[in-house]
């Protein structure tokens, strides 16, 4: 395929991922000031869209190992406008069982180790707004894109991102229940902070795979495999690629939400050299 010379709106940053519009795809290396990433260029209906495995095409890298800067700077250089985050997580609310999904509303960060900004150093740094840290349009694209496809589509949510490679403890996801956490998983911090610093739109679907620790007695965490292994036997993987496939369709050519002005008066001291503007 030809995608180089077309304008990139869109990119899938996933977990696990194989839809068929991916077989014909282009791979492309993009370096960055924090290193190079790797993504596929495919086309889905006359759309251009990069797809980026958080975890490499193998699951070998945990989340807290993940370059996130060099994943979300080369999806800025591709000129990337909106990201569609693909998370399988567990359900730290009893009342959402295994089997729902969620496009949630807000996040907390309980990770510990991973720079979460681009703008790191003595003399500069930035102080983006999180109101409304995932993209309204993104998000209404996933919730029309996923209408019907599953048991349960839930508009909302708070989304824990915890620092892994380790399960939580039970004591852990108690906490974060009387936080007001919904679900708990671990890529999505830094992606989040990263794609607004970007001024890309973001957005999550989230299966729900599992029970968090200690909401299910007796279910053990097992590791990646098992989420693998329950994420294509239960068929979500079907139609969360569906959904996803219909929100890139579905999302208007042009953006009308404010994540693309994200730096306006955000930057303290003057922005580094290896920084452009995104064009306004
Ligand atoms: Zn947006």
Redesign the pocket.
């Known amino acids: 395929m030809s995608a180089s010379a077309e304008p990139i709106q869109v990119a899938v940053i996933s977990s696990f991922f194989s839809p068929e519009w991916l077989r014909e795809s282009e791979a492309r290396s993009v370096s960055t000031p924090w290193g190079d990433a790797s993504v596929d260029l495919a086309r889905v209906e006359g759309r251009t869209v990069a797809c980026l495995w958080r975890y490499g095409r193998d699951l070998a890298l945990p989340s807290h190992r993940i370059n996130y800067r060099a994943n979300l700077w080369a999806l800025r250089s591709l000129g990337v406008e909106r990201v569609i985050s693909q998370n399988a997580i567990g359900s730290a609310n009893p009342a959402l069982p295994p089997g729902a999904v969620l496009v949630s509303v807000d996040f907390i960060d309980f990770t510990h180790t991973r720079p979460k900004t681009f703008f790191d150093a003595d003399d500069i740094w930035v102080r983006v707004e999180m109101t409304e840290p995932f993209?309204g349009?993104?998000r209404a694209a996933l919730l029309a894109g996923g209408q019907g496809l599953f048991e349960r589509l839930q508009d909302g949510g708070v989304f824990l991102c915890a620092e892994g490679p380790r399960f939580e403890s039970a004591a852990e996801i108690r906490m974060f229940r009387q936080w007001g956490a919904d679900i708990v998983g671990t890529p999505l911090v830094p992606e989040v902070i990263l794609a607004r610093e970007a001024e890309i739109?973001f957005a999550s679907i989230a299966p729900i795979i599992n029970y968090c620790t200690g909401l299910a007695p007796g279910v053990k965490h097992t590791g990646a495999g098992s989420m693998v292994d329950f994420y294509y036997g239960s068929g979500f993987h079907a139609g969360i690629e569906r959904a996803i496939r219909a929100a890139i369709v579905g999302l208007p050519a042009k953006?009308r939400?404010a994540?693309g002005m994200a730096l306006e008066g955000a930057f303290h001291g003057t922005p580094p050299a290896w920084f452009t503007p995104r064009p306004r």
């Open positions: 993209c349009e993104v739109c953006r939400c994540c």
